[in-house]
C-alpha cells in the first residue's frame, strides 16, 4: 500500500476510514460504548503511563497540540506497517470513502473524539486500566516504548487530549 494515499485523506476521510477498518474487524463499538471509552481515554492522557509494569515516561512527548484528523492517519500508517495483512483492508476503506461511503452509521465521529478509534487498533499493545485510586491510565506492554513507532503515536493521543506535553 502507498502511504501517500493516507496522507491524501482529509480529516474527515481517514477518520472513517479508520472507522471502516475498525468496522470490518468488529471492532467499531456502539456510540455509547464510544462515548465511555473516550472520557476514560481523557482521564488516562492526564496519569503516567504504565510501561511493563513500570510507571513513568516512555511516551515521547508531543508540544502543542495535535490535530486529531493527523492523529489517525499517523494510526493508520502505523496499523499498516505493524500489521501488514490489513494493507487491503485500509485500501478497500479508502476507495469506499471516496465513493462517498463515511463510517458506519452506527458511529457518529463528529460526538466522538477519534482517541476511542485509535485505542481500539492499538488495543494489543496499549490498554485502559483503572488504578488502585480508581483513575484511568494507560497500560503499555512494551518496554522500548519511547524509541518506537508506538511511543510517538501515544504521545500524539495524550496530547490531543492534553494539548500538549506528553508527559
Known sequence: MNVSEIDAL??????????????????????????????????????????DGTAGPGVVAVDGAVAPGGLVR????????????????????????RQGMGAPSRFDPVTVGVGALV??????????????????????????LSDSALGKLLGKLIATYTGGGGQ
Open 74 to 97: 499517523d494510526t493508520l500508517r502505523y496499523l499498516i506497517a505493524e500489521q501488514t495483512e490489513v494493507a487491503p483492508v485500509v485500501e478497500r476503506a479508502i476507495a469506499m470513502t
Open 10 to 51: 482529509t480529516d474527515e476521510q481517514a477518520i472513517a476510514v479508520l472507522a471502516l477498518v475498525l468496522d470490518h474487524d468488529r471492532r467499531l463499538p456502539d456510540l455509547a460504548r464510544a462515548r465511555q471509552l473516550d472520557a476514560q481515554i481523557g482521564e488516562a492522557a492526564g496519569e503516567p503511563v504504565e510501561v
Open 119 to 144: 485505542v481500539l487498533v492499538l488495543q494489543t499493545d496499549v490498554q485502559l486500566e483503572r488504578t488502585t485510586a480508581g483513575k484511568w491510565r494507560f497500560k503499555v506492554h512494551k518496554k522500548a
